[in-house]
């Protein structure tokens, strides 16, 4: 065995020895004769397995190359540019490829440009050879060289409509069709070189999760216009990843369209009485009580606002302090709803809470339940002085992401406090309402007060009932319920 064979076996890296050999050769001559092939070989061995990577998600933007296998997701079309001091007009094409670990951009220059435009498929396996850069859009890849690979699979799906599951880091081209569950306002800043930009999120769901969707500039103004509950189709976005969750974005050759679509979204929560601080999770549930909304000052002068809801699930109820744009949200007794990406902190009295900030989504998922009462009316009901601030107003709170939240001083009326609306033991009585608590006792809220009801029927959050009885020691003992 030669020196050269040795070292190609011992090497851990997808290429011939023909082509190993070829490239010995090549680094002898370049050395001018101070390096021995078996010298040769073992710089041709590092140079090879340093550009090698185990998969897409390795390709990094210092890297001098990278080597890859990767299956043609989509092909973009040809774009021709002037080169400076050059007649002939430069030419690209932007091809997307992915594997089981992620996806890029691989940008074809002029001769593989007409290559790629006139010979490659979707979901066509290539080998790929090129340099990485930081792009538009996170990390591309500029092709140096290409070819085919029929013998190796990769289990990637080529689809021209993606899925919240099916994204990942570096996807481009992406179109996506869901169903709106939170919007936001639009923010705008200054950028370096002076100009203004925009920028505004939506919440989109479908039947395999949900994702964030940031708008930028000309686009950023659809967030305003589009409510929650519809459904929309993401047309050309592309996947950047924030604080370690993948995002969605939609720039100036985007865009976002209404379609006539039934997208189901199901929620997937954790349990009320699995939480604890720290976490950041998913609830669902119905909410028991709304406190109204509060403003205070901040340190620095500003004001937000925080509006307070207890959400009970079968298992346990909690808390729930909506900052912001989220305490405009008009949720009552009775509303069925999903919170997304909640805190759990330490609350008032040692109670766990969950706090609602920007990152957050809340989503009312039904609202067939709702009494009529305004939401005026809801806020009303809660009694005065339970929920209050300390008389010096110094509260701060998170709102848009900060870090400071209201003193614990914040309480709320606990659910043993619910009311017979001043009736006498002994008085009969008839009362309709929204099953807030299905335990012992069932309590019933009509948007304005709350009964405490003894009864053996069965009943389900959320759902509204009428009961007849005579109250005894504060509860109202149903002889009916219909």
Request: proline share 2%; charged share 35%.
């Amino acid at each position: 065995m030669s020196d050269i064979e040795g070292v190609y076996e011992d090497l851990e890296a997808d290429v011939s020895l023909e082509e190993f050999r070829e490239a010995v050769e090549a680094k002898v001559e370049q050395m001018g004769g101070l390096a021995d092939e078996e010298t040769a070989a073992m710089l041709v061995a590092h140079e090879v397995g340093e550009s090698e990577v185990g998969g897409i998600a390795d390709i990094e933007p210092g890297m001098e190359e990278a080597k890859f296998v990767a299956k043609v997701v989509s092909i973009g079309e040809v774009r021709t540019f002037e080169r400076d001091g050059e007649d002939e007009d430069g030419r690209v094409v932007n091809v997307e490829v992915a594997d089981e670990t992620g996806s890029v951009r691989a940008a074809f220059w002029d001769d593989h440009a007409e290559a790629a435009t006139d010979e490659l498929e979707e979901g066509q396996v290539l080998r790929i050879k090129g340099r990485p850069k930081e792009g538009f859009s996170g990390v591309e890849v500029s092709v140096d060289d290409v070819e085919p690979d029929d013998d190796t699979e990769i289990e990637v799906q080529v689809s021209d409509t993606h899925t919240v599951e099916s994204l990942s880091l570096g996807l481009s081209n992406v179109n996506l069709v869901g169903l709106v569950l939170d919007t936001d306002s639009v923010r705008t800043f200054d950028r370096d070189d002076g100009s203004e930009g925009k920028v505004s999120n939506l919440v989109v769901g479908d039947s395999t999760g949900r994702v964030r969707v940031t708008l930028w500039d000309e686009r950023a103004d659809l967030a305003e216009e589009i409510d929650p509950g519809t459904t929309i189709e993401v047309i050309d976005g592309y996947v950047r990843e924030r604080d370690g969750s993948l995002e969605l974005h939609v720039g100036n050759r985007g865009a976002i369209e209404e379609v006539d679509e039934d997208v189901e979204y199901v929620p997937e929560s954790t349990p009320i009485e699995d939480v604890e601080i720290g976490q950041t999770v998913d609830l669902a549930g119905v909410v028991r009580s709304a406190d109204p909304k509060r403003t205070f000052d901040r340190d620095d002068g500003s004001e937000g606002q925080v509006r307070n809801i207890r959400v009970q699930d079968a298992t346990d109820d909690i808390r729930v302090a909506l900052w912001g744009e989220k305490a405009d949200i008009d949720i009552g007794p009775g509303d069925e709803v999903a919170l997304g990406d909640v805190e759990i902190q330490d609350g008032w009295q040692d109670d766990l809470e969950a706090s609602a900030g920007w990152q957050s989504t809340i989503t009312v998922l039904d609202t067939d339940s709702d009494t009529g009462a305004d939401t005026d009316d809801r806020e009303s009901s809660t009694s005065e002085g339970l929920s209050a601030f300390a008389d010096d107003g110094s509260e701060t709170g998170p709102d848009d992401g900060g870090e400071t939240r209201v003193s614990d001083d914040v309480a709320e009326t606990p659910s043993e406090q619910a009311q017979t609306d001043g009736a006498a033991d002994g008085e009969e009585v008839e009362f309709t309402g929204v099953v807030v608590q299905a335990g012992d006792p069932v309590v019933l809220d009509d948007g304005e007060t709350t009964m405490s009801v003894e009864t053996d029927t069965d009943v389900g959050l959320g759902e509204e009932i009428t009961v007849r009885g005579v109250v005894s020691d504060g509860r109202l003992e149903a002889s009916d319920v219909f």
